[in-house]
């Protein structure tokens, strides 16, 4: 067993962790380390060999090991320690991280942790879809890793349950793969991923997308022989008499992602019920002191893009942290209002500007973000077409800021009328 | 092929779950040559797999019935058991909570039956003491058996097979038994899917199948109905509050719906006790999912669906009596009929907690027929298998030095490695399906039900038993989680 002390060690080496290491190391920090449990770096981009990477933040069209290789090269040429086939075991609330590789236990001790994990998918048995369990059920990820990494056909005749974006990218690639996509049935009564994607992968291969439609059985003993589909009301409770057996041999789920925190909750971090990351100040500290967040485990992102432009500013937060020895408070909440699913961050100073980042719990034509402290309306913002799938992120200025005074975020349908909201900011 | 040419072997144990196990296990005691025939690819894939894993006290059935006294036998030997095969058990207690006076009188009932049936650590407590018991609980007042326990029932299975046949006794899954003679000679002659056995002794441990063998033996005329019994898993977070299995009032052939906790400190939602006649169809419905969920917040307010990761049945097999009740175990030697067959029927729940001592009673029972050698070679103990994930760092260290498999993380949820995994792969009873690895170190059964490992465990499963990919199985024949490779094979005849 090996012990040691560290400035900085990254929990997870995919585009939030890289990109947090090159943004510390530009900032001076040398004493710092990746930890990845992967034989390589670059975490779920490894698997998406679809292209859409980097518009934002590349200004151009990339696919996900070509995004993940930008940040790996740069990695590489700086010369930043990172270890890989190595997993974190265990965090503390006083920064020791405990790892496991074949090359031994390490116990590192370190002055910040960076929490760098990612999401995992939701299950089938999460959602306790009633029927049978036979061999053929598989999340899109799954699926999108067997298919892209292992080599393995999981699929001929495919249903896929909800219209997150892997669900929808893995309809065309099974498509392109050969096999035939029936049908796409979402819950809810809009799709939960992109725009884009349901263009350019389901509309494109003429895919059908059934909306306000749910699987309500799984039937087959050994493998998977078909699904029950039903309508569902808007309660999202199956209307009796709409079911309808649909044969095929494989139920692909994209029903959402879930921040991967089992290990920030071990160390004592307090999580947000809406995002299920952690709850997080405006530098992106957890409420354990020296313990950071972004991308994934903080909040399930839409891009990849933000993802790493987060990190940059987890980055530059950790690294004020370092040489200040701590960060100044962040008294101020700020709460979900109407529509608004989640924030991030939940806590700020007051005294500076802040990005935030928020989703809608609905589909919202001529929406309007506000933002009110003390029962006063200190922001706004016209959002021509809000949808749950994209997150919407904003800078509040400084000077909207009072120093007290819980926030709260709403987003407000506005109809016609949206003059007069515009002329009272 | 005839008869006289087969392998002639002393005794033949239809049925691969915990009682087939159990008593392969316990005549292995014995110079005997024993043979297990099991339908399914690997052990416990039915009714021995899909339970609560509740050791019971052995107080809710009929005083002098075999299900009262094996469960009391079986109950007592399970630390031992624990200790020589290397499962987790724990006799963690249980309690059984009411609220209303005629509850309470049940319970007095079910203390005094207990009392009668030999179970001990039994008593009543009130409030005060429930709570201090179980915190979380809703209820006036308990029957607290401090007796009971939970048990890890795959790997009590898997390790009564194990040491079976780490003791000789040699195991044939994929062998659905289709047809049963005696020969003139006085043997059995056992057809199957894929060969014939041949056998001097039989028993019919068949579970669900009891009723079927039964009939093949020549031994007509039981009725077996199935009770469908469906579960919810919640997350490993809410284990601590479970501390040990909730009961409510129970019936004598019924427990009641429990929210229970696992050696793996998992809580348990079940079961809903459904007849059915179809004692194949392991699918869960909503209506039962719905009514666990409400019946469960009755006695512990704090089920969230959030929490849920999986869900699945069992179904037990009930012997339907001559006066159209639930009847007891019924373990029979019909001389007259079939001699030489040991018939089991309706080994249902305690059977878990009974199985070795319906085991040792069996093996009474012929031995009363024919006095069998002891094997002085038999060795109760089976090899330990270390979990990473039970052991402090400097032993996780001292493994990892040893062999670096150690060190991979394969399944993140449950923190198995790979040289778990690998471990599991090479199992004595050549079992080979992803559910064989599951049931053998938890991977895939976290909160991510494979999420990240299972790629990982399928092709360490390839790899090492050499097996094709579409030719790969989840759990049952024919259950191919692959169709191939993406683009097929390489026509130059590698692999691409």
Redesign the interface.
């Known amino acids: 067993?090996t012990e040691k002390h560290i400035d900085v060690l990254i929990v997870g080496g995919g585009p939030a962790g890289l990109a947090a290491a090159l943004q510390l190391w530009k900032r001076g920090a040398r004493d710092l380390l990746i930890v990845e449990?992967e034989k390589q770096l670059g975490g779920i981009l490894r698997q998406c060999i679809h292209d859409g990477f980097g518009l934002s933040h590349f200004g151009e069209s990339l696919s996900g090991p070509e995004y993940a290789a930008r940040f790996i090269d740069d990695v590489e040429r700086l010369g930043i320690p990172y270890v890989t086939?190595t997993?974190v075991?265990s965090i503390t609330k006083d920064r020791t991280v405990?790892t496991?590789?074949?090359?031994?236990?390490t116990?590192c001790h370190a002055k910040a942790v960076i929490l760098a994990m990612g999401c995992?998918?939701r299950?089938?048995?999460?959602?306790?879809i009633?029927?049978?369990?036979?061999?053929?059920v598989f999340?899109a990820?799954?699926a999108q890793?067997?298919?892209n990494?292992?080599?393995?056909?999981?699929?001929?005749e495919a249903v896929i349950l909800g219209s997150g974006d892997i669900g929808m990218i893995m309809a065309r690639r099974l498509t392109l793969?050969g096999a035939h996509v029936k049908a796409v049935y979402e819950i809810m009564p809009y799709a939960a991923g992109l725009p884009r994607n349901v263009e350019q992968c389901l509309r494109d291969y003429e895919i059908p997308l059934y909306l306000s439609h749910t699987v309500?059985?799984?039937?087959g003993?050994?493998?998977v022989t078909g699904v029950t589909v039903a309508a569902v009301d808007e309660r999202l409770q199956p209307i009796p008499g709409t079911e309808e057996f649909v044969p095929c041999d494989t139920l692909i789920l994209s029903v959402g992602l879930i921040p991967e925190n089992?290990l920030s909750?071990d160390a004592g971090v307090t999580l947000d019920p809406h995002t299920r990351g952690a709850l997080v100040d405006e530098h992106l500290m957890t409420d354990v002191d020296g313990i950071f967040a972004a991308g994934n485990v903080l909040h399930v992102h839409d891009l990849v893009d933000y993802v790493s432009k987060e990190a940059v500013r987890l980055a530059d937060s950790a690294a004020d942290y370092l040489a200040q020895g701590g960060l100044p408070a962040c008294p101020l909440s700020v709460q979900c209002g109407e529509s608004v699913g989640h924030t991030v961050p939940q806590r700020i100073s007051g005294s500076r500007g802040v990005l935030l980042s928020l989703r809608v719990t609905r589909p919202i034509d001529s929406c309007r973000i506000v933002v009110s402290q003390n029962g006063r309306r200190i922001f706004s913002r016209k959002v021509r077409h809000a949808v749950p799938a994209e997150m919407i992120r904003f800078d509040l200025p400084a000077r909207s800021l009072a120093p007290s005074g819980d926030l709260t975020v709403s987003a407000i349908w506005e109809g016609a009328q949206d003059a007069p909201e515009e002329a009272r900011v | 092929m005839d008869h006289k040419d087969l392998q002639l072997y002393d005794v033949l144990i239809i049925g691969g779950g915990v009682v087939g196990s159990a008593c392969a296990r316990e005549l292995s005691r014995y110079r005997l040559r024993i043979a297990v025939l099991e339908k399914n690819l690997d052990v416990c894939f039915e009714t021995s797999g899909r339970n609560t894993g509740v050791c019971h006290g052995g107080f809710a059935y009929d005083p002098g019935s075999l299900k009262a006294r094996l469960c009391v036998e079986g109950n007592r030997m399970m630390g031992q058991l624990s200790e020589e095969l290397g499962f987790a058990f724990r006799r963690c207690g249980k309690v059984l909570v009411g609220n209303t006076e005629e509850e309470y009188a049940r319970l007095l009932e079910v203390l005094a039956q207990g009392e009668t049936n030999g179970a001990t650590g039994l008593r009543m407590v009130d409030e005060a003491e429930l709570h201090a018991l179980v915190p979380s609980v809703v209820g006036k007042f308990a029957l607290f058996s401090e007796n009971s326990g939970i048990l890890d029932p795959f790997m009590f299975t898997v390790s009564l097979a194990e040491n079976a046949a780490q003791n000789g006794a040699e195991y044939f899954f994929d062998n659905e038994v289709t047809g049963i003679r005696r020969e003139p000679d006085g043997t059995w002659v056992v057809q199957t899917l894929h060969a014939l056995f041949r056998a001097r002794w039989v028993i019919n441990a068949a579970g669900l199948g009891c009723g079927k063998i039964s009939d093949m033996l020549g031994i007509t005329g039981y009725k077996i109905i199935g009770s469908k019994d469906d579960y919810?898993?919640l997350d490993r977070?809410m284990g601590p509050l479970v501390p040990m299995p909730i009961y409510t009032v129970p019936s004598n052939t019924y427990m009641g719906i429990h929210v229970s906790c696992t050696v793996h400190g998992n809580v348990l939602l079940g079961p809903t006790a459904e007849a059915t006649d179809d004692l194949?169809?392991?699918?869960?419905?909503?209506h039962n999912?719905d009514y666990l969920y409400a019946e469960s917040m009755k006695i512990w307010p704090y089920v969230k669906?959030?929490d849920?990761?999986?869900?699945?049945c069992g179904i037990l097999p009930k012997w339907i009596d001559e006066n159209g009740k639930i009847g007891d175990f019924r373990i029979e030697i019909r001389d007259d009929i079939a001699p030489r067959a040991v018939n089991l029927v309706g080994i249902e729940s305690p059977g878990l907690t009974a199985s070795v001592a319906i085991a040792r009673y069996v093996i009474a029972m012929m031995q009363e027929r024919e006095p069998f050698a002891e094997n002085d070679a038999f060795d109760p103990v089976r090899p330990r298998r270390p979990r990473f994930a039970d052991l402090s760092?400097?032993e996780?260290?001292r493994l990892?030095?040893e062999d670096?498999?150690w060190?991979?993380?394969v399944c993140?949820?449950e923190?198995i490695?790979r040289a778990e995994i690998l471990s599991a792969i090479r199992n004595p009873l050549g079992c080979a399906t992803m559910t064989s690895v599951k049931y053998r170190t938890r991977s895939m059964m976290g909160?991510?039900?494979?999420?990240?490992c299972?790629?990982r465990v399928?092709?360490m499963l390839e790899e090492e038993r050499g097996i094709a990919?579409e030719e790969l199985?989840?759990?049952?024949?024919?259950?191919?989680?692959?169709?191939?490779?993406?683009?097929g094979e390489d026509p130059e005849g590698g692999t691409?």
């Not at chain 1, 299950?123 to 306790?128: D, F, H, N, V, Y």
């Not at chain 2, 909160?447 to 990240?452: D, P, S």
């Open positions: 067993m449990r086939n997993t075991l405990t496991a590789s074949p090359a031994g236990l116990v995992r998918e299950t089938r048995g999460a959602l306790a009633p029927g049978e369990r036979p061999a053929g999340t990820g799954t890793a067997y298919i990494l292992y080599d393995r056909m999981p699929a001929r793969e309500t059985k799984v039937h003993r050994s493998r089992e909750l | 919810i898993l977070r194949t169809y392991y699918g869960v419905a909503q999912l669906r959030g849920y990761i999986r869900t699945y760092p400097e996780q260290a990892i030095a670096p498999d060190g991979e993380v993140r949820c923190k490695t909160r991510c039900q494979g999420g990240y299972q790629m399928a092709k990919p199985v989840y759990m049952r024949r024919d259950g191919h989680p692959f169709f191939g490779r993406v683009r691409r």
